[in-house]
T-cell receptor, first 114, second 112 residues
Framework: SQTIHQWPATLVQPVGSPLSLECTVEGTSNPNLYWYRQAAGRGLQLLFYSVGIGQISSEVPQNLSASRPQDRQFILSSKKLLLSDSGFYLC?????????????FGQGTRLTVV | GENVEQHPSTLSVQEGDSAVIKCTYSDSASNYFPWYKQELGKRPQLIIDIRSNVGEKKDQRIAVTLNKTAKHFSLHITETQPEDSAVYFCAASIGSGNQFYFGTGTSLTVIP
């Protein structure tokens, strides 16, 4: 069966520090991968999605970047965090093949920038 | 990209009553419409979905309806229970595409 791992679960970082959140998927190959951010009491904002190794599409201009160094690994990064980067970050994967399939989410990372 | 709007943002109902959450989308090419439930501090999980070749789908106490002409779809929860209290998200996706857009969420509270 497929599983998705996301870590860390919580993170407190000072303003100006770097960020690296990692997400890995097991039990499937060539998935679509997504990073979402959920601000407190808000909806799920699509940040990045990837259809393959090294292929990243950005949805909104921001202080963050994403990379996909391996088929089932998706990394969210920042060189210098801002206070506004605080939120709940969720990684997700979907199957491929032209089918309408659900997205499966990781457990999320609660990031607090202080 | 796709723009998904969701209403209401908060909803309180008495236990046993019905709850209805509505979403609209902008891209007529969207053809997959899932609904997710997110309990406090947890990951969103799929509760029901509908594809554009179907107008209605039901699973026990929950149902989803889709009006492709009007580009809106709705979640219906009947005989609500306290454990239905959560944030619900609608989403829209184009089957051959890769983006997956969510609405802004509805916080549902079922009052015992």
């Amino acid at each position: 069966s497929q599983t998705i791992h996301q870590w860390p679960a919580t993170l407190v970082q000072p303003v100006g520090s770097p960020l690296s959140l990692e997400c890995t998927v097991e039990g499937t190959s060539n998935p679509n991968l997504y990073w979402y951010r959920q601000a407190a009491g808000r909806g799920l904002q699509l940040l990045f999605y990837s259809v393959g190794i090294g292929q990243i599409s950005s949805e909104v201009p921001q202080n963050l970047s994403a990379s996909r160094p391996q088929d089932r690994q998706f990394i969210l990064s920042s060189k210098k965090l801002l206070l506004s980067d605080s939120g709940f970050y969720l990684c997700a994967w979907r199957g491929r093949g032209g089918m309408n399939t659900e997205a499966f989410f990781g457990q999320g990372t609660r990031l607090t920038v202080v | 990209g796709e723009n998904v709007e969701q209403h209401p943002s908060t909803l309180s109902v008495q236990e046993g009553d019905s709850a209805v959450i509505k979403c609209t989308y902008s891209d007529s090419a969207s053809n997959y419409f899932p609904w997710y439930k997110q309990e406090l501090g947890k990951r969103p999980q799929l509760i029901i979905d509908i594809r554009s070749n179907v107008g209605e789908k039901k699973d026990q106490r929950i149902a989803v309806t889709l009006n492709k002409t009007a580009k809106h779809f709705s979640l219906h929860i009947t005989e609500t229970q306290p454990e239905d209290s959560a944030v619900y998200f609608c989403a829209a996706s184009i089957g051959s595409g890769n983006q997956f857009y969510f609405g802004t969420g509805t916080s549902l509270t079922v009052i015992p």
